[in-house]
């Protein structure tokens, strides 16, 4: 396949929308709009990285990393994997064309109904049938299905036993990975996985149904102009009632630049999304006082098991495959369900995951701050896959907690405020039932390996939610249900937004949703733009290109409601 991208040399100084952000949401709205005819521009911070050009070597991943903190900054701007070290909770977001759906997991599950009856959510939401809709189309876009082949890979047998023995059964999740060759809905031949295990490296392979294999490529069909390296500042309004965006150059060049638009689509990501709209208050914009709150982990853990009794293979092998004759499976295969009928918030996923082959030759010395050298000088000896790391366990844990967290900015950056997060229940709940798989598997829980080093002992969540979510008004949310941005200025009512001013990515969440969050970003985007078609009157469809075609649907009955 090749590139989508285009250097800001060639961006216009105009545009009918711009979109910030290519990940979930902003892929859904630069698909959609393209498809209606509008000019569309894409901005992402990032750079592009196509199939084989993910990180398959540990020196290359480290050239992946970018790591900040309140004092601070190693590595490249473009880097994919873009680490915040804060005092309260550590942030890992993905960073480039397609955004977090290029080193995510890729699992893609529904939340449960008594997560959109919250009082929290708008009641529109829950109400007016769109969500429904939404959920479809996401499902026929990414094209999620569970591994037909998990039952015969150790690390799913290795959790499916020690379910099984603390009265837990085990189910293979979807996850956005094409496990057959084939035609992907936007035309693109995708071959199958080759189950390396490095989805959360990226996907060298091509066998991911990532946003820069989906709605990405459908938008640039139509028409729409995706530009890397383009780090936004802050909106601003111009006298004519349009939007100005502020970018900062980040490919080299230097500078920054203004862009126009008629309509901004912020879909930056948590962390972006929040950070722009704080700046852009700070510079005179109105917006409502909650931007910034009701910041969520989604209840969210990466830990591990160590010393298992059996190999677990759980450590990616890449694609080439650096040894043969081992199948590691997608990053996530099996997962159990910890389910309560009584209490939404002591609900549990816990998932078998799989680090990245890149992460291989350093993994025993990750583990040497935790006392356990022997092991792992006896895995720098014997390699990853053959010593004691191939009886590790990783965990991809997800539960809820209290969307207390708040952003603020500190110096004219990001900063994360959540003194009391290390004490969220979630943390004992996630501790105990995890402390229990290791122990079936005849090994020991070890919560954080880093915890001796500059990463403390603070949690840290890959599902980073809220800082502008929904609400009814401005007085509870920073957008109301249609993803459009609350108006705080003199005179303006309690609902009353800003035209053309979108939030479209996983900021947009008032709450934590207990599952990966992915097919529920997608969805709600698909929804926010099913209101915009309705509102400005747009004509457009969701249906693929390829021979898998939507079921059209009669939409005028929901948005009439």
Same mark, same amino acid.
Request: aromatic share 6%.
């Given at each position: 396949m090749t590139g989508l991208s285009r250097t800001l040399d060639h961006v216009c100084n105009r545009y009918d929308v711009i979109v910030v952000g290519s990940g979930y949401g902003g892929g859904v709205a630069a698909s959609r709009l393209a498809r209606a005819g509008k000019t569309v521009a894409v901005l992402e911070? !990032?750079?592009?990285?196509?199939?084989?050009?993910?990180?398959?070597?540990?020196?290359?991943?480290?050239?992946?990393?970018?790591?900040? &903190?309140? #004092?601070?900054?190693?590595?490249?701007?473009?880097?994919?994997?873009?680490?915040?070290? &804060?005092?309260?909770?550590?942030?890992?977001?993905?960073?480039?064309?397609g955004g977090g759906s290029l080193i995510n997991a890729g699992v893609a599950l529904r939340p449960?109904?008594? =997560?959109?009856?919250?009082?929290?959510?708008p009641g529109?939401?829950?109400?007016?049938?769109?969500?429904?809709?939404?959920?479809?189309r996401a499902r026929?876009?990414?094209?999620?299905?569970?591994?037909?082949?998990?039952?015969?890979?150790? #690390?799913?047998?290795?959790?499916?036993?020690?379910?099984?023995?603390?009265?837990?059964?085990?189910?293979?999740?979807?996850?956005? =990975?094409?496990?057959?060759? !084939?035609t992907n809905v936007v035309g693109i031949e995708q071959p199958a996985c080759t189950r390396c295990g490095d989805c959360c490296g990226g996907c060298n392979v091509g066998a991911k149904n990532s946003v820069a294999l989906t709605y990405l490529p459908d938008a640039v069909r139509h028409g729409a102009e995706l530009f890397t390296h383009a780090g936004v500042r802050y909106l601003s309004k111009t006298n004519e009632g349009e939007w100005e965006v502020h970018v900062r150059r980040l490919d080299g060049a230097g500078g920054d630049i203004k862009l126009r638009a008629a309509m901004v689509v912020l879909a930056a990501g948590t962390l972006g999304t929040t950070e722009i709209l704080l700046r852009s208050r700070a510079h005179g914009l109105a917006l409502s006082d909650r931007v910034g709150e009701r910041f969520s982990a989604n209840g969210d853990i990466i830990a591990f098991g160590y010393g298992a009794r059996d190999p677990v293979?759980?450590?990616?092998?890449?694609?080439?495959? +650096?040894?043969?004759?081992?199948?590691?499976?997608?990053?996530?295969?099996?997962?159990l369900e910890i389910d309560d009928a009584?209490?939404?918030?002591?609900?549990?996923?816990?998932?078998?995951?799989?680090?990245?082959?890149?992460?291989?030759?350093?993994? $025993?010395?990750?583990?040497?701050?935790?006392?356990?050298?022997?092991?792992?000088?006896?895995?720098?000896?014997?390699?990853?896959? +053959?010593?004691?790391?191939?009886?590790?366990?990783?965990?991809?844990?997800?539960?809820?907690?209290?969307?207390?967290?708040?952003?603020?900015?500190?110096?004219?950056?990001?900063?994360?405020?959540w003194p009391t997060a290390k004490n969220e229940p979630v943390y004992a709940r996630l501790d105990a039932i995890l402390s229990a798989v290791v122990k079936e598997a005849g090994g020991s829980y070890v919560k954080n390996p880093l915890a001796g080093t500059v990463m403390g002992h603070q949690p840290a969540?890959?599902?980073?939610?809220?800082?502008?979510?929904?609400?009814?008004?401005?007085?509870?949310?920073?957008?109301?249900?249609?993803?459009?941005?609350?108006?705080?200025?003199?005179?303006?009512?309690?609902?009353?937004?800003?035209?053309?001013?979108?939030?479209?990515?996983?900021?947009?969440?008032?709450?934590?949703?207990?599952?990966?969050?992915?097919?529920?970003?997608?969805?709600?985007?698909?929804?926010?733009?099913?209101?915009?078609?309705?509102?400005?009157?747009?004509?457009?469809?969701?249906?693929?290109?390829?021979?898998?075609?939507?079921? $059209? +649907?009669d939409l005028s009955p929901f948005l009439a409601a």
């Open positions: 911070r !990032g750079r592009e990285v196509l199939a084989g050009g993910f990180p398959a070597r540990f020196p290359d991943l480290k050239n992946e990393m970018q790591v900040s &903190g309140r #004092k601070l900054r190693t590595g490249p701007s473009s880097a994919l994997y873009d680490v915040r070290l &804060g005092e309260d909770m550590h942030v890992l977001v993905g960073c480039g064309l449960d109904d008594r =997560v959109f009856a919250d009082d929290c959510w529109q939401i829950a109400q007016d049938g769109l969500l429904e809709e939404g959920f479809r026929l876009w990414l094209n999620p299905q569970s591994d037909p082949n998990a039952g015969n890979l150790t #690390k799913f047998r290795t959790l499916e036993a020690a379910g099984a023995a603390l009265g837990h059964d085990i189910v293979r999740p979807n996850v956005t =990975v094409s496990f057959e060759a !084939g293979n759980a450590v990616g092998i890449g694609y080439p495959p +650096k040894i043969d004759g081992v199948e590691i499976g997608a990053a996530v295969s099996g997962q009584a209490t939404l918030a002591n609900e549990l996923r816990v998932q078998e995951g799989v680090l990245p082959s890149a992460l291989a030759p350093v993994l $025993p010395v990750l583990f040497i701050p935790n006392g356990r050298l022997l092991g792992a000088l006896q895995s720098l000896v014997n390699g990853v896959y +053959k010593g004691p790391f191939a009886k590790l366990q990783t965990f991809f844990a997800v539960s809820h907690d209290s969307a207390s967290g708040r952003f603020v900015l500190d110096d004219d950056r990001l900063a994360l405020v969540t890959a599902h980073p939610l809220g800082g502008a979510g929904m609400g009814r008004e401005r007085a509870d949310g920073a957008i109301n249900h249609k993803g459009q941005v609350f108006d705080a200025g003199a005179g303006r009512g309690a609902t009353d937004v800003h035209t053309g001013l979108y939030v479209i990515d996983g900021s947009m969440m008032p709450r934590s949703l207990g599952v990966n969050p992915l097919l529920t970003i997608t969805a709600l985007a698909e929804r926010t733009l099913m209101h915009m078609q309705q509102e400005l009157g747009l004509s457009f469809d969701a249906e693929p290109l390829s021979g898998v075609r939507a079921t $059209p +649907k």
